[in-house]
């Protein structure tokens, strides 16, 4: 079965070329959307591979946008874009449901490892980002941007990537939990200081955003799970699968709503979120090792460090009014990060951390 869907997937990418040399572009997103369908599919079938098929499937979505995009920006009178915010909140609560208080007293227990991640995350990223936007001298929308997915925190996915590359699973969540809950001092304080220049920020309003976005859902996850954890598995099987699709509408709406900007900038901002991404996990990793922590955990302050909760970035693009613009850096970088997130952990895990421990 596998074997037809890769069969079908290439010829779908050929038929694609075809048409768009012969600018038969009507037919293009639905040719490109079976294309990455079928590739994600056959991923399916190969363990090297499965971490991709989701990554993959978003770009089918995302082809989708580009081509249609009036579809994916209003249903009659709704603007789909006011979807973002509740999903977000719902992708949170599911983040907090799946703590517990013992998640934050790891903090004790790991100061060293816990400290440098946070430093880590909250100096390189925001910093690399600055950097980025004066090397290629974006829009200023878009160079807010790219400076507001790396003032963000860590999200699931770095959690999800430690487990898979075999690191500090522990470590992993209690920096992610610890950065998420010092967003709401931190990221405005950096858009603040660094992307001031470009949008108007104000300081009060985006820690508001961040406390109703991420903050209260969380809480309300914990107290949750403090209470009735255990009498509702049906949640804890629906939650990843809700997140997932939660994340892909978001990508999706955003990619439709910033459609023009993207077909100007978008193989520099690729090119400028892949950047970002990769000085994330290589500052993160060697900066650990510079405080000469295990293997283990040098790995898993790579990937708090150089992935971010573009989710997060995308819903305070869209409450500053500016989801066009200032929210494509968090839609592009999503996926980026997914796919390297998803082959440094592949290949972490194929070496085993003892085999390198000091």
């Not at 517990?100 to 430093?119: E, H, L, T």
């Not at 997915?149 to 610890?178: D, E, F, K, Q, R």
């Not at 000469?292 to 573009?310: F, H, I, S, W, Y």
Request: hydrophobic residues 55%; glycine residues 10%.
């Amino acid at each position: 079965m596998h074997k037809l869907f890769w069969y079908i997937a290439a010829l779908a990418f050929i038929t694609y070329i075809i048409t768009t040399i012969l600018h038969l572009h009507a037919a293009g997103g639905w040719l490109l959307m079976c294309g990455f369908t079928m590739l994600a599919l056959a991923f399916r079938g190969y363990p090297v591979l499965k971490g991709f098929s989701y990554t993959v499937m978003i770009f089918a979505a995302v082809s989708m946008a580009m081509y249609y995009p009036q579809h994916f920006i209003q249903v009659g009178d709704f603007k789909l874009s006011k979807l973002i915010v509740p999903l977000l909140q719902i992708i949170m609560f599911g983040m907090g449901t799946g703590l517990s208080w013992k998640d934050f007293a790891q903090v004790a227990k790991m100061p060293m490892g816990i400290g440098v991640g946070i430093i880590g995350h909250y100096t390189i990223m925001p910093l690399i980002g600055f950097t980025i936007t004066q090397l290629f001298h974006f829009p200023p929308e878009i160079a807010a941007g790219i400076i507001l997915i790396g003032s963000c925190p860590s999200g699931l996915a770095s959690n999800v990537m430690s487990y898979l590359a075999g690191a500090n699973l522990a470590l992993s969540v209690s920096i992610t939990a610890t950065v998420t809950l010092l967003a709401p001092i931190i990221t405005p304080l950096w858009m603040k200081v660094l992307a001031g220049q470009y949008v108007d920020i104000v300081f009060e309003e985006m820690m508001w955003h961040i406390i109703q976005i991420v903050i209260l859902p969380i809480i309300l996850g914990l107290v949750f799970n403090h209470f009735l954890h255990g009498k509702f598995k049906w949640l804890d099987a629906a939650m990843p699968l809700v997140s997932m699709i939660s994340i892909g509408l978001i990508i999706v709406v955003i990619t439709a709503s910033g459609r023009d900007s993207l077909l100007t900038v978008g193989p520099l901002l690729v090119v400028a979120t892949l950047m970002h991404n990769l000085c994330g996990y290589f500052l993160g990793y060697w900066g650990a090792r510079l405080f000469r922590m295990p293997e283990k955990d040098c790995r898993t302050v790579a990937l708090e460090v150089g992935m971010q909760n573009g989710g997060l970035a995308s819903g305070l693009a869209l409450k500053m009014g500016k989801l066009a613009t200032v929210g494509l850096a968090p839609a592009v970088f999503g996926p980026l990060m997914n796919i390297t997130g998803s082959a440094l952990a592949t290949w972490w895990k194929s070496k085993p951390a003892e085999e390198k421990e000091n």
